[in-house]
């Protein structure tokens, strides 16, 4: 690590990424590899308001699905190896529409594959990513925050609250929803709000979970649950899994100051007795779900990642890794760059380049688009008890249990694969 010192002079490097979360931290980590095989190497910084302590807001007590596709593709960046000791395998996907008829499955062992995704815990990973960035060539500089951006013509003057400023020829915006470069760049983000908040803790139940993890849609929001890693002096039959609760902003204020038996009992009636008894509850953290979306992800030599682009609702468990999408599509678009000038014998590539911020809009838009699409039409179509949508979602679900090659295409895109 090189960790900066405040600098009155412009410090240059090639690229400044804002934001060291999981698309920050991701992106890095995966410009230090691609970087350490050229002639000449990046040079990258990296900014985070935060460090990965308990009060991260990137890093806090959530616990998110990897897709198989996203650990393929980590894999391949050589940070899941780093990881793998705090995934717990989500084998089977169990979707159904409480107090209906529908309902199916997706099977990792049908694919050919050992799991459908991983769930880890995001302060567990913070640390791990972090303690990676420190070893490697990336100037961190943490705690630090983005207060001023000037654009030029060849860059960005950034300035930070320490008094630093980084002059960069790319600026890469993955600072999340309320994203600062946005505000300073004046760039405008498309909001739709589902008037719903998500209730987030830990739950345990009586029974093992075996690897599924459960998508319920009931008539006020969906209710998720992913298998997590056993408590050690848990007996073996108990199971920790980690709850997204999706109701209306007003019940989820009642949810979350609920004594612990009535909160367990709500999270029984709604939920049904598939993974058995709820017994315990951790702590409960509440967020509000809207889907926000930039249009055009790019800025004169600036791209925008992760959440900065896009925030999802986290109905189906997708912002990571379509974030990481975001990452690996500029990680490739920047690649392609340095192996023409290799073949072209050119020392130096300007990665800030018009071509290059456009040949990253132009990578990711079908992408974002799609996801962006599904996602709105899950949660308004599985939201509502208009009796048309009722009966079409479920037949819907009961066509994947009763045709299995259907369900290949869906398993695809739950699983990220690009
Ligand atoms: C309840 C819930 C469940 C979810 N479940 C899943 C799931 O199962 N699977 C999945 O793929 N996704 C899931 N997600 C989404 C996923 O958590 C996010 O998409 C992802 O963590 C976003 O990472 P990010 O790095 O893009 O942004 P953030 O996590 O928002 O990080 C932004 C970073 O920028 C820093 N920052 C901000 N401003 C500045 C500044 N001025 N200067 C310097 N630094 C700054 C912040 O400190 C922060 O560290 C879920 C989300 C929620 C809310």
């Known amino acids: 690590m090189t960790t900066a010192q405040t600098n009155t002079t412009p410090l240059t490097v090639d690229i400044a990424i804002v934001g060291g979360a999981m698309a920050g931290a ?13 002639s000449r190497p990046l040079r990258i910084a990296l900014i985070e308001a935060h460090v990965a302590n308990n009060n991260h807001p990137g890093f806090d007590a959530r616990s998110i699905a990897i897709a198989q596709g996203s650990i393929f593709e980590l894999t391949r960046l050589g940070i899941w190896p780093k990881l793998q000791h705090l995934g717990t395998a989500i084998e089977n996907i169990h979707v159904s529409d409480r107090g209906h008829f529908g309902m199916t499955e997706l099977n990792a062992k049908p694919l050919g594959l050992d799991a459908l995704g991983q769930v880890v815990e995001l302060a567990q990973v913070g640390k791990v990513l972090f303690d990676e960035l420190t070893k490697s060539p ?8 983005v207060t001023d951006i000037q654009a030029q013509q060849d860059g960005h003057l950034v300035s930070l609250d320490d008094g630093t400023q980084l002059h960069c020829q790319l600026l890469v915006a993955a600072d999340g929803a309320h994203s600062v470069v946005r505000q300073q760049l004046q760039q405008t983000t498309e909001i739709i709000d589902f008037d719903q908040t998500a209730i987030v803790a830990n739950v345990i139940t009586n029974q093992a979970h075996q690897h599924w993890a459960y998508e319920r849609f009931t008539q006020t929001g969906p209710i998720a649950l992913l298998p997590m890693t056993s408590v050690p002096s848990a007996p073996s039959a108990q199971s920790r899994f980690s709850l997204v609760w999706a109701v209306p902003p007003a019940k989820a204020d009642e949810l979350k100051h609920a004594d612990k038996t009535e909160f367990l009992a709500a999270l029984q009636q709604a939920f049904g007795h598939r993974v058995g008894r709820f017994i315990d509850v951790g702590q409960r953290a509440s967020y509000p779900l809207t889907l926000s979306y930039m249009p055009r992800p790019i800025f004169h030599r600036c791209v925008f990642v992760g959440n900065a682009a896009q925030t999802l609702h986290p109905i189906a468990g997708q912002g990571f890794n379509l974030g990481l999408r975001d990452v690996i599509g500029l990680l490739d678009v920047i690649e392609n760059a340095l192996t023409q000038a290799n073949v072209n014998a050119k020392t130096e590539v300007d990665v800030g380049s018009s071509a290059i911020v456009h040949q990253y809009l132009a990578a990711r838009q079908g992408d974002r688009d799609t996801t962006l699409r599904n996602i709105e039409f899950l949660v308004r179509g599985f939201s509502n008890q208009y009796w048309p949508l009722v009966a079409g979602r479920n037949i819907g679900l009961r066509l994947l249990s009763w045709f299995p090659p259907l369900k290949r295409p869906v398993a695809h895109t739950a699983m990220g694969w690009r």
């Open 26 to 38: 991701t992106l890095a980590l995966g410009l230090a590899k691609l970087s350490a095989s050229q």
């Open 138 to 145: 990336v100037s961190l500089f943490c705690p630090a925050k």
